[in-house]
């Protein structure tokens, strides 16, 4: 939902914004083509991201977490912002690099790190977690309903083996894994784990709240996101001012707002955007407007 998304940050030629999670580059190439005198930042933790910038002086990008996004705008001076746009999850290219362990339809190592810098990988978890913190984060993480037994067959499988591969860690559920629904339910392991060694709804928590804070009256925040965990933080933010699901009140009591929502409920995409890209059928736009 390029277009959509793009559209939604309502561009002013002399304004600042921000691409939060660049990944490919495509958000920033479509906002730097409606910037006149305006600057565009963004900000990617995959190093890899590096290797494909536009040349343009009113670009910047800045290698790190979005989490941090308010001591990147702090370092280049920038008070407020006009637009900031985050699209959550795994790109494409995350997808379609068997080296980096995100799906389980390659065989690769138990990686999952967006940050290569970062230690701690999906191996880690798997090896090292005991039976009740694997269970916490396939029942929290992956929503799946067996999530003790999930992680009571993979502790049994690591105490004859160490679990190194993706195929190791399939091997290990494999007796679990329902005849229908094959893919949804690796999918949800993979995702519980990824979650996990990125930290990405604690990430997104933090985001969330600095992107309100530097966003300027009349600025716009567009986040698109892919599971209904991600997609709730972002709901209650927009709504309530926070990620929990209760409204910010002032001292009288009265409900502080501190955006209008302007996507009544989520976009998703198009027909013809299924055809092009079945990755985007989970996909979730909400746009709000900062009052």
Do not use: C
């Not at 921000?18 to 990617?44: H, M, N, P, Q, W």
């Not at 002086?57 to 990147?72: A, M, S």
């Not at 993979?190 to 979650?195: G, K, V």
């Amino acid at each position: 939902m390029l277009k959509e998304s793009v559209d939604g940050l309502n561009i002013q030629p002399h304004g600042i914004y921000v691409d939060a999670t660049y990944g490919g580059g495509g958000y920033s190439r479509e906002i730097l083509k409606e910037l006149g005198k305006g600057r565009l930042f963004a900000i990617d933790i995959d190093e890899e991201a590096a290797t494909n910038m536009p040349v343009s002086e009113k670009f910047v990008f800045i290698h790190g977490n979005f989490r941090y996004l308010g001591n990147y705008l702090k370092y280049y001076n920038v008070k407020e912002a006009d637009g900031i746009v985050a699209d959550l999850g795994v790109s494409s290219h995350h997808f379609d690099s068997a080296k980096r362990g995100f799906t389980y339809r390659h065989e690769a190592p138990l990686d999952m790190r967006m940050n290569l810098s970062a230690d701690f990988t999906a191996f880690n978890i798997v090896n090292e977690y005991d039976r009740d913190e694997l269970t916490r984060i396939f029942r929290e993480y992956g929503e799946l309903h067996h999530a003790g037994r999930i992680a009571g067959a993979i502790v049994r499988s690591r105490n004859e083996k160490k679990i190194e591969t993706n195929i190791d860690l399939i091997n290990s559920i494999n007796t679990l894994v329902p005849k229908r629904n094959v893919n949804q339910f690796l999918s949800q392991v993979f995702q519980a784990l990824r979650i996990e060694v990125n930290k990405e709804l604690e990430n997104l928590e933090i985001f969330l709240n600095v992107a309100g804070t530097f966003l300027k009256s009349g600025g716009r925040l567009v986040v698109v996101s892919y599971h209904s965990l991600e997609d709730r933080l972002v709901k209650n933010y927009m709504r309530w001012g926070n990620t929990r699901e209760e409204p910010q009140k002032d001292v009288y009591g009265k409900r502080a707002e501190k955006f209008r929502i302007l996507t009544k409920k989520p976009v998703v995409p198009s027909e013809r955007e299924l055809m092009m890209n079945p990755r985007s059928r989970s996909a979730r736009l909400r746009i709000a407007e900062k009052i």
